[in-house]
């Protein structure tokens, strides 16, 4: 490659880098407005609505799915589809809810986003360099967020965040960790309305991820 080339691809990655940094300070206004008008890859081309997220951003509950489908590209909110009705039924029966309505204390809601904020197209799984260029985004909402705990939905976004291959079926029931903060894993809904055989699965996942959180609170009041 010519020197000039060179030069232009580590501007570019400067750039690129810039940008990330810009993505770690901003403030939950920014951030939206950065989302939905992203250019960082491809996935902007054929998108309708970026989708970055929705929920209480105080939440101590993190959801994090895979990335937007047809009906969340068309609407701009997760899980807005079939899926999505499981999984408000999923975060119904652990007392959480997606609604602003009903969160009185400021910390006990949840907060729903994927990794992926753009849809990729026919739903096909992200490409890396796709989520790389989009994992500032993840990364500064749960700065902001502060969640206690992550629940990764299916094996897409649970080897993007874990960042190994690996099947569901290997990573449930264990708390792995992203970034400082507790994960879990657990089957993707989508997955669930194709497999309901596996829904009791799931359901032992959630009560696993409550007495996680149950564990972590005991944890705190030991150390006070
Ligand atoms: N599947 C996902 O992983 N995320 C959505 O937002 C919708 C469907």
Known sequence: ?????????????HADAGLSNDIAGMDWDALEVSIRGCTRCGLCEGRAHAVPGVGDRKARWLFVGEGPGRNEDQQGEPFVG???KLLDNMLAAIGLSRSVQGQQDGRSGVYIANTLKCRPPGNRNPEPDEALACEPFLHRQIDLIKPKLIVA???VAAV??????????SLRNKV???RGTPLI????PAYLLRSPHDKA?????LCFAMDTLDGLKSEQRDTI
């Open 1 to 13: 490659t010519s020197v000039a080339a060179d030069t232009a691809e580590r501007i570019e990655l």
């Open 82 to 84: 079939p899926a999505g």
């Open 201 to 205: 699965r799931a359901w032992e996942d």
């Open 185 to 188: 894993v657990t089957y993707h």
């Open 160 to 169: 993007n965040l874990l960042a190994r291959e690996a099947s569901v079926a």
């Open 153 to 155: 939905l299916g094996k």
């Open 176 to 178: 792995h960790e992203y």
